[in-house]
C-alpha cells in the first residue's frame, strides 16, 4: 500500500472500546489485556509492525511501551510473537511527541515538541518502511487532521464510559475509507484495518 503521492504509508495502530474509548479514565489499560493475548490480535500486530521502520508513540503510550517491551523481547517464555514486537519497538526509530520530556531514555528514540502533522508530512514524502503510530494518543490527532493513509483498529467487546475516544468532537474533516482485512479473536476482539480512500 503506498502512501500519499507515492511516498511512505502512515498506518495507525490503536486499541478501542464499543463506546469509542481508546483508553480509561485513569489512562490504565486492564480492559485491553485479555484481547491482546489472543492469537488474533497478536498476528494482526505482527501484520502492521513487520513492514514499519518508524513508529510514532505520544508520551504515555511511549512511557508504558518503554516500561513493558524491552522486557518481553529478552523473555525466552514469552509469545513468540510478543517477542518479536519487543525486539521490533527496541530497535526501531521511535518519535515521542511530549512538551516535558527531556531524555527518552530508550535507544533509537528522539523526542519533538511540535504537532504530530508536521512530522508525519515530512516523513510521508519520503521513501521507506511504513510509518506506525502507535495508541490514541498520536492516532487521534492524526486522524483530526486526515493524515493516516492506513487505520488498523482493534475493537473490543469493552464499554467504558469515560476516557478519550477514538474520535471526539466535532470538526473532524469528512473521509471514506475501504475495509482492506478483518479477523476476530477468541475475545470476541475484532481487528479490522481500513485504507483511505484518496
Same mark, same amino acid.
Given at each position: 500500500?503506498?502512501? %500519499?503521492?507515492? *511516498?511512505?504509508?502512515?498506518?495507525?495502530? =490503536?486499541? $478501542?472500546?464499543?463506546?469509542?474509548?481508546?483508553?480509561?479514565?485513569?489512562?490504565?489499560?486492564?480492559?485491553?489485556?485479555?484481547?491482546?493475548?489472543?492469537?488474533?490480535?497478536?498476528?494482526?500486530?505482527?501484520?502492521?509492525?513487520?513492514? %514499519?521502520?518508524?513508529?510514532?508513540? *505520544?508520551?504515555?503510550?511511549?512511557?508504558?511501551?518503554?516500561?513493558?517491551?524491552?522486557? =518481553?523481547?529478552?523473555?525466552? $517464555?514469552?509469545?513468540?510473537?510478543?517477542?518479536?514486537?519487543?525486539?521490533?519497538?527496541?530497535?526501531?526509530?521511535?518519535?515521542?511527541?511530549?512538551? @516535558?520530556? @527531556?531524555?527518552?531514555?530508550?535507544?533509537?528514540?528522539?523526542?519533538?515538541?511540535? &504537532?504530530?502533522?508536521?512530522?508525519?508530512?515530512?516523513?510521508?514524502?519520503?521513501?521507506?518502511?511504513?510509518?506506525?503510530?502507535?495508541? *490514541?494518543?498520536?492516532? @487521534?490527532?492524526?486522524?483530526? #487532521?486526515?493524515?493516516?493513509?492506513?487505520?488498523? #483498529?482493534?475493537?473490543?467487546?469493552?464499554?467504558? *464510559?469515560?476516557?478519550?475516544?477514538?474520535? &471526539?468532537?466535532?470538526?473532524?474533516?469528512?473521509?471514506?475509507? @475501504?475495509?482492506?482485512?478483518?479477523? #476476530?479473536?477468541?475475545?470476541?476482539?475484532?481487528?479490522? #484495518?481500513?485504507?483511505?480512500?484518496?
Amino acid at each position: 500500500m503506498p502512501g %500519499a503521492n507515492g *511516498g511512505r504509508p502512515l498506518v495507525g495502530s =490503536v486499541l $478501542a472500546t464499543l463506546d469509542g474509548r481508546v483508553a480509561g479514565a485513569s489512562d490504565a489499560p486492564e480492559w485491553a489485556v485479555p484481547h491482546l493475548r489472543s492469537d488474533a490480535v497478536r498476528e494482526h500486530r505482527e501484520r502492521l509492525h513487520a513492514p %514499519a521502520t518508524t513508529a510514532l508513540l *505520544g508520551e504515555g503510550d511511549f512511557l508504558r511501551a518503554r516500561e513493558a517491551w524491552p522486557a =518481553v523481547a529478552g523473555d525466552a $517464555a514469552a509469545d513468540p510473537r510478543d517477542r518479536a514486537f519487543g525486539g521490533w519497538l527496541d530497535g526501531v526509530e521511535k518519535i515521542v511527541f511530549s512538551a @516535558t520530556m @527531556t531524555e527518552p531514555g530508550w535507544d533509537n528514540s528522539w523526542v519533538l515538541e511540535v &504537532d504530530p502533522s508536521q512530522v508525519a508530512s515530512h516523513l510521508r514524502r519520503r521513501r521507506g518502511g511504513d510509518v506506525l503510530a502507535l495508541g *490514541g494518543g498520536v492516532v @487521534t490527532r492524526l486522524l483530526a #487532521v486526515d493524515a493516516l493513509d492506513r487505520l488498523a #483498529v482493534v475493537w473490543c467487546p469493552e464499554v467504558l *464510559g469515560a476516557g478519550p475516544r477514538l474520535f &471526539d468532537g466535532e470538526g473532524l474533516p469528512p473521509a471514506r475509507w @475501504t475495509l482492506a482485512g478483518s479477523t #476476530v479473536s477468541d475475545t470476541g476482539a475484532h481487528c479490522a #484495518v481500513y485504507d483511505r480512500a484518496h
